[in-house]
C-alpha cells in the first residue's frame, strides 16, 4: 500500500514549456486535489475531484488543467508555464465525507526559468 | 472561500518551553483539522476537531476549538527537537474544498 504517489520528484522548466504531474493512489479514495505550496506559505487548492470524472476550481487554478480519467489518478498540467508557477505541488486523496482526512503525496518541486 | 488566520508565523522555543499557535476565523467553522509538515516534508494530519469548546490530547499535545467555534488552537507542553516543522489548520469550505492557514514555523533549540 503505497498511499499517493507522486512524479516526477523535481523538474526544472523553461518559460513558456509544458508539461504534466502525475498523481495516483491506491486507498480507494473518491476525492482528489492539486495544491501548490510557495515559501513560506501555506498551502493554496489548485483543483479538486470528488469523483472519477468530475473537477472544481479551487482558489488559484489560473494557469492549470487537470484530468482524472479513473479514480486512481488526477493529473495536473501546465500548459505553458511561467516563472510564477514555481513552487512545490501537492497532490493529496481523501475518503469523502464529514471529518476525513487528506493523505499527501511526496509533493513536486518545480523550477520554471 | 472561508479564510482562517494562524499566529504566530514563526516561533523559536529553547528545548522544554511551551509552544502554542493560534487560528483565527470571522465565521463559524463546521470543524478545524491540524496538520504538521517536516522540513522537506508533506503534511501529516494531527487531528480533526468538531465540537464547540472541545478539547483533545496526543501525548504532549493539546488542541482545542472555541466555544463560538470561530478559533482554535494547537500547544505543545515540553518542546523536543522532534517537534520541529510546520503546524497548520485547515478548514473545509463549499462541499469538500479545504482552505489552509500560512502555518506556524516551530524551531526547537536544543
Known amino acids: 500500500n503505497a498511499g499517493v504517489t507522486q512524479t516526477p520528484k523535481f523538474q526544472v522548466l523553461k518559460t513558456g514549456q509544458s508539461m504534466t504531474l502525475q498523481c495516483a493512489q491506491d486507498?480507494?479514495?473518491?476525492?482528489m486535489y492539486w495544491y501548490r505550496q510557495d515559501p513560506g506559505m501555506g498551502l493554496r487548492l489548485i483543483y479538486y475531484?470528488?469523483?472519477?470524472?468530475?473537477?472544481d476550481k479551487g482558489e488559484v487554478p489560473n494557469g492549470y488543467n487537470v484530468s482524472r480519467l479513473n479514480k486512481r489518478e488526477f493529473s495536473l498540467r501546465l500548459e505553458s508555464a511561467a516563472p510564477s508557477q514555481t513552487s512545490v505541488y501537492f497532490c493529496?486523496?481523501?475518503?469523502?465525507?464529514?471529518?476525513?482526512?487528506?493523505?499527501f503525496g511526496p509533493g513536486t518541486r518545480l523550477l520554471v526559468l | 472561500g472561508q479564510q482562517v488566520m494562524q499566529i504566530p508565523q514563526y516561533q523559536h522555543v529553547q528545548e522544554g518551553e511551551d509552544f502554542t499557535t493560534y487560528c483565527n476565523s470571522s465565521t463559524t467553522l463546521s470543524n478545524i483539522q491540524w496538520y504538521k509538515q517536516r522540513p522537506g516534508g508533506h503534511p501529516v494530519f494531527l487531528i480533526q476537531?468538531?465540537?464547540?469548546?472541545e478539547v483533545k490530547k496526543q501525548k504532549r499535545l493539546t488542541f482545542q476549538f472555541g466555544e463560538a467555534k470561530k478559533n482554535s488552537s494547537l500547544h505543545i507542553t515540553a518542546t523536543q527537537t522532534t517537534d520541529v516543522g510546520t503546524y497548520f489548520c485547515?478548514?473545509?469550505?463549499?462541499?469538500?474544498?479545504?482552505?489552509f492557514g500560512s502555518g506556524t514555523k516551530l524551531n526547537v533549540k536544543p
Open positions: 493529496a486523496s481523501r475518503v469523502g465525507g464529514e471529518g476525513k482526512t487528506q493523505y
Open positions: 476537531l468538531v465540537k464547540s469548546g
Open positions: 485547515a478548514v473545509k469550505y463549499n462541499f469538500n474544498k479545504f482552505y
Open positions: 486507498m480507494n479514495h473518491n476525492s
Open positions: 475531484s470528488a469523483s472519477e470524472g468530475t473537477t
